[in-house]
């Protein structure tokens, strides 16, 4: 992994070496990406530089240094990513008469686009990668960002010159400022608590979006186009007949989860993977533990509170598999201690508050290995969330019932005192916080369909955003109403949460982590599968679960879902309290951002008197507040046209 960055002077009035000190300043911003070396191009007969910040991961020489040249002279690439089948494309392009300094799988793309084109390259390479591509040729930049999302990059056109960047600091590094807030950005944000591609906080300034190239021509003209879509891959895969048999599904998913991890064990450095204990992370375990045949290093966060520790089922997991075991333990303080830099490692506001323990984590199992594997993309292939669940058994109810009846009783719900739901529900359940949950299930029936149903549990601030996350698969009518929800996580929170999450937190410490899940193949896969198989009789991930079972105890891994998460409700009301009274009231939210502030006061006030359902809500808006109070952003949010 690393970190890359660049310019384009269109007009051509800048000198080389102006250019070569921005690209400079734009990757040094982002050292922390790729702190084993860094580099510099600058092309002899075109106003463009690139830079380079490398995390050594294969060809540990300087075969593998960047921005590499290809030999031809034509083309210029720095380049963020591991391409797994790296050494299968080398063969085939050394057959075909290309030769090879080093190891490196930078050399073998860069070969690779030389020899067959970009398009072709892509479809032919299994892997993680942003990169940018310069054709000498033809004077046209290419910025690519890969199939699912998993590497960020992004990019600004301002005054004839095109910046990008793998964050968003390293594009204010090369304007010299911070840009105007984005108004449509923000209401994402408050809609979502992240900034979907291409969007992001800042006006003019965009994220290349999964499975695109993003070409900047020498006439200074700009286009996307997609090489890659998930509508696609999904209709292939699941509009012939459906994988219904349980011993046949289960194969093809071992297989091509086996083989995804098995490809995912390249390194020349120290490799390990993070075991919590769920389901989607004990597979990967237990599958690289089977390719490896040597034991593996895995690492649990653990928890002095119980509520948020699943270190004792990682540690019976991993004595099963017969893993090399650690336990990072991470106390309050850690996380605590994280808090205030969040806003300076995100760029812009992140309202995820298990960032604050994957940022820990990161830091930690950096001191043990260089690479970690993570099942990451395990819920939204196999329909893990609860959201599938619930639409799924309110189905019945909503086809029964009429309209009416069920507008009525959602109103009712919702009308009621969240602590008096919380109360009745403690009394006939023993579990706190139903409150929340009760009430998204009263939304849900109020919903008109599964991409409304999502909506409605998820947005954090209906009554500060419009916004809405765009529907997934409006032409595939034929998948499950689960399965379209799949898709909305798919094409919108896994990259604009999870995945971002992931990729700051971890390169925050050159930690690289892998997604074995996210592998095309297995994604493919997965839309083959009859939707019973993923969500079958109200269990979530049915399939992994039986794959698991033919390895480890049911009891270990059959359990309610645990998010990886942290105590936020309780630490806004005690630790936490100063810091978040502080930027609630000391943010400028209407002159900064437009907002009207009394429904913010009014849910902080709701959570100091015991409310249960505030604290990620209020976990967004004082993210933003954050990220504000760190002097991001020139000016206040445009007013509406």
């Known amino acids: ?359 820990v984590l990161s830091r930690l199992a950096k001191q043990h290995v260089t690479v970690v594997l993570s099942g990451d993309g395990g819920d939204e292939l196999f329909a893990g969330y609860n959201r599938y669940r619930w639409y799924a058994r309110l189905a019945g109810l909503r086809r029964r019932a009429p309209g009416w009846l069920l507008a009525a009783a959602a109103g009712a719900v919702m009308a009621a005192p969240a602590a008096l739901v919380d109360r009745a529900a403690w009394l006939a359940t023993r579990e706190g916080g139903a409150a929340r949950r009760i009430h998204k299930l009263a939304e849900m029936l109020r919903a008109e369909g599964p991409e409304d149903a999502y909506w409605r549990v998820t947005c954090q601030w209906p009554e500060l955003s419009p916004a809405r996350p765009a529907p997934g698969g409006q032409r595939l009518g034929f998948l499950s109403d689960a399965e379209r929800m799949q898709l909305i996580d798919l094409a919108s929170y896994l990259p604009g949460d999870i995945l971002t999450k992931v990729d700051r937190a971890s390169m925050a410490h050159a930690l690289e982590v892998r997604v074995p899940y996210l592998d095309h193949r297995v994604v493919e896969a997965a839309f083959r599968l009859a939707p019973e198989l993923k969500l079958r009789g109200g269990t979530t991930k049915w399939v992994l679960r039986e794959l698991l079972a033919e390895r480890l105890p049911r009891a270990l891994f059959d359990r309610p879902k645990q998010g990886f998460a942290i105590p936020i409700e309780r630490w806004l009301r005690a630790e936490l309290r100063d810091w978040a009274q502080g930027l609630i009231e000391g943010t400028d939210w209407e002159g900064r951002f437009g907002l009207t502030p009394a429904p913010i006061r009014a849910a902080w006030a709701a959570h100091l008197r015991g409310a249960s359902g505030q604290a990620d809500r209020l976990w967004s808006v004082l993210m933003l507040g954050a990220w504000a109070e760190i002097g991001q952003g020139s000016q206040a949010v445009p007013a509406a046209a």
């Open 1 to 359: 992994m690393c970190g890359i960055a660049g310019l384009v002077d269109i007009a051509g009035g800048r000198a080389a070496d102006e250019l070569g000190r921005l690209a400079a300043a734009m990757g040094a911003v982002q050292a922390h990406r790729g702190p084993d070396s860094s580099g510099l191009w600058t092309s002899p007969r075109a106003a463009v530089a690139f830079a380079h910040q490398r995390l050594a991961i294969q060809d540990l020489s300087a075969a593998g240094h960047q921005p590499m040249l290809s030999p031809c002279g034509r083309f210029a690439l720095t380049y963020n990513g591991e391409i797994y089948n790296g050494a299968e494309l080398r063969g085939r392009l050394e057959a075909e008469g290309c030769r090879f300094r080093g190891l490196s799988d930078t050399e073998v793309l860069l070969a690779a686009i030389a020899r067959w084109g970009i398009e072709a390259a892509l479809e032919q390479s299994i892997g993680m990668f942003a990169f940018a591509l310069w054709d000498e040729q033809r004077r046209e930049l290419s910025l690519v960002c890969d199939r699912i999302g998993i590497k960020p990059l992004y990019w600004c056109l301002a005054d004839w010159t095109l910046f990008f960047a793998s964050e968003l600091k390293g594009i204010v590094a090369g304007l010299g400022r911070p840009p105007a807030v984005s108004r449509e950005g923000l209401a994402g944000y408050l809609g979502a608590g992240y900034i979907g591609a291409p969007l992001t906080i800042y006006e003019g300034v965009s994220k290349v979006p999964p499975g695109h190239i993003l070409r900047l021509s020498a006439e200074g003209t700009a286009t996307l186009s997609r090489f890659w879509s998930l509508d696609d891959v999904v209709a292939r895969a699941s509009s012939g007949p459906r994988i219904t048999d349980p011993a046949e599904a289960a194969a093809l998913i071992r297989g091509r989860v086996a083989e995804a991890v098995r490809d995912r064990l390249i390194s020349d450095v120290p490799l390990g993977a993070f075991l919590s204990g769920g389901i989607d992370s004990s597979l990967v375990a237990l599958l690289m533990q089977e390719a490896n045949g040597a034991p593996i290093n895995t690492y649990t966060i653990g928890s002095p509170d119980q509520d948020y520790d699943e270190a004792r089922q990682a540690r019976e997991i991993a004595a099963l598999l017969g893993t090399r075991h650690t336990e990072l333990e991470v106390g309050e303080a850690d996380c605590l201690a994280a808090i205030p830099g969040l806003a300076g490692v995100y760029d812009e506001p992140f309202g995820d508050s298990s960032a604050v323990p994957t940022l």
